[in-house]
């Protein structure tokens, strides 16, 4: 939740694709 918190706050092109791989792996 953090994490995400701060991707919201900073939605950088490597953390977007990192964190769009993340969630679609861990779903």
Do not use: V
């Amino acid at each position: 939740m953090i994490k995400a918190h701060k991707i919201r706050l900073n939605p950088t092109p490597e953390q977007a694709n990192y964190f769009a791989r993340a969630a679609g792996t861990a779903r």
